[in-house]
């Protein structure tokens, strides 16, 4: 070509990557820029639809939000927010940068963008890895190993580091085979809160089949281990800490030990919504679930358990008792009122128990805005490297910085995004 163009672009001496069918580098540039904001357009248009997911379930499901939001650890989510707002800095200072041709503090602003998104997706690993460890994961694959509070609970695969649950688990019929026990046929005593289950718990032996091979050591369990949910409702705790687990450092459980476990989605609850609701009959039922404080996966152990038939509580005859043991009950009854759970303490006794329904659409919810979100940063980390790469050989000029700019505005994009997420998800109660 004659005059200020060549084959390849250009207009006379601006940038060769100002392209021919464009008058000007502002045409070119104006043409991009609409581009890129249709783009994101349809970029909030997706994400708009897991937003109207997430408001519909909070809606007529905010026990699940309440409940499973505290799986999440604010410390990371915080972290990362500041990260993508700090990143959102640097890839504006990149496009000035770019403007004013300052190719080095250009250079150093798109590697500061990188090196956050990096540093955003690393944190996520963190979090991912620990839900993965602990089966907090979405839809049947929803198995948790621990309650938000930190509570073990019994699971359907009982395949949970550190601790083995009584229930053999049928994946064909979804029922447990073996291993429930209805709560009105344990040894309870209703003067005393939780359950007070008197059973005998062993430990067997057993192939990749599921065939016993016999005893395993020790084949006994006779440690009860401290109820932290107790520690609460009885106000055993401090409450200024907020939970039971400093009655349990107190109490030092020596390891085997066994304690009743009440997980609807693994022992069926038999009683009806009604029945719940109003507290009349029903028969809910538990398993036996064995901590042995560490963390190593037992896949060769089986707990065994058989309970005691309930028995009626003796009822305190005052006639019956002597003037030392009445006068005993009675002064406790004055100088130990009935324990008022404080909302602290409804907060904390909520996250030891076990998930309600529905639970695992938090999750499926929380994995599929995060896991998206997080698949826009990864494209984000390869358009801002290319502009690296690009950067360093000088291809930037003040005529020429579009895809700069197109890049930041897509940056903003995803942080603004996040940015609606973290409190949604983490910060929601």
């Known amino acids: 070509m004659s005059g200020g163009h060549d084959d390849h672009g250009g207009h006379g001496d601006q940038s060769p990557f100002i392209q021919h069918h464009y008058d000007d580098a502002q045409h070119q540039f104006d043409s991009g820029k609409f581009g890129i904001w249709l783009f994101l357009a349809q970029e909030v248009l997706f994400f708009s639809a897991l937003f109207v997911a997430y408001v519909l379930y909070r809606v007529h499901h905010g026990e699940i939000y309440s409940y499973a939001h505290k799986w999440l650890d604010v410390k990371y989510g915080a972290i990362n927010t500041a990260v993508l707002i700090f ?4 890839a504006a200072w990149a496009v000035r940068a770019a403007q004013k041709n300052q190719k080095g503090l250009l250079i150093a602003c798109l590697a500061v963008t990188c090196a956050c998104a990096f540093g955003f997706l690393t944190i996520k690993y963190i979090e991912y890895s620990h839900k993965v460890h602990e089966h907090i994961l979405f839809g049947r694959y929803f198995d948790p190993c621990v309650s938000p509070g930190g509570e073990e609970l019994l699971t359907k695969k009982n395949l949970c580091p550190g601790s083995k649950g009584s229930v053999v688990w049928d994946e064909g019929s979804a029922k447990p085979t073996e291993g429930c026990f209805e709560a009105s046929k344990l040894d309870l005593d209703t003067r005393l809160a939780g359950v007070q289950a008197d059973c005998e718990v062993t430990l067997v032996k057993v192939d990749e089949t599921g065939k016993e091979l016999g005893p395993a050591s020790p084949a006994s369990v006779t440690n009860r281990c401290p109820d932290e949910l107790l520690a609460i409702l009885n106000g055993e705790h401090d409450t200024a800490a907020g ?104 907060h904390e006794i909520e996250s030891l128990g076990p998930p309600p329904e529905h639970t695992s659409m938090f999750l499926t919810i929380y994995f599929a805005m995060t896991g998206l979100h997080g698949i826009h940063v990864f494209v984000g980390i390869v358009v801002f490297i290319w502009l690296l790469i690009r950067a360093i050989k000088g291809q930037f000029t003040p005529d020429y910085f579009g895809p700069i700019d197109f890049a930041a505005l897509y940056w903003h994009i995803v942080d603004l995004i996040w940015i609606f997420l973290f409190p949604l998800l983490y910060l929601i109660h």
């Not at 009349?280 to 963390?295: M, Y």
């Open 87 to 90: 990143s959102s800095l640097t």
């Open 243 to 346: 939970t039971g687990k400093e009655l349990v450092k107190e109490a030092a459980p020596k390891f085997p030990c066994w304690r009743p476990a009440y997980q609807p989605a693994v022992c069926p609850d038999l009683t009806t919504p009604e029945q719940r609701t109003h507290g009349a009959g029903g028969k809910p039922q538990v398993g036996i679930l064995v901590e042995f404080g560490d963390h190593e996966e037992r896949e060769d152990i089986k707990v065994k358990a058989k309970c005691k038939d309930a028995t009626a509580p003796k009822p305190l005859d005052a006639l019956a008792v002597s003037h030392e043991t009445q006068s005993e009950h009675l002064g406790q009854a004055a100088i130990h009122p009935a324990h008022v759970v404080t909302t602290h303490e409804e």
